[in-house]
């Protein structure tokens, strides 16, 4: 089966993968740990992890028996990267509409 790419804009669509991006934003927690956070099976929970790890958001590390989870937030810069070309657009439009008022 062909798997999909994934990117960060998806892995930043869903509102419980952003829940999940703060909630290890700075710690590290095992996946009982994140669960327990959510009124979701623990299942959909690993599915969640599993998205941000493919997108490179969460990275995973094995102590022993236990893996724990951390935010690697620096793919936000993608997304960041991204919106910073539409706010400059908005800041030209929206002065030009301030212009446009202080005239009338």
């Not at 952003?18 to 979701?40: C, K, T, V, Y």
């Not at 022993?64 to 620096?74: I, K, N, P, Q």
Request: charged fraction near 30%; proline fraction near 2%.
């Amino acid at each position: 089966m062909n798997q999909l790419r994934r990117d960060v804009f998806q892995a930043i669509a869903d509102p419980t993968r952003r829940d999940i991006i703060d909630l290890l934003a700075g710690r590290s927690l095992n996946l009982n740990a994140i669960a327990e956070n959510f009124n979701i099976s623990r299942p959909a929970v690993s599915k969640h992890i599993r998205i941000l790890v493919e997108c490179g958001l969460v990275v995973i590390a094995e102590q022993g028996r236990e893996r724990f989870c951390r935010a690697d937030v620096r793919k936000l810069q993608e997304v960041n990267a991204w919106t910073e070309r539409y706010r400059a657009l908005w800041n030209e439009k929206l002065d030009a509409l301030g212009d446009f008022l202080d005239q009338q």
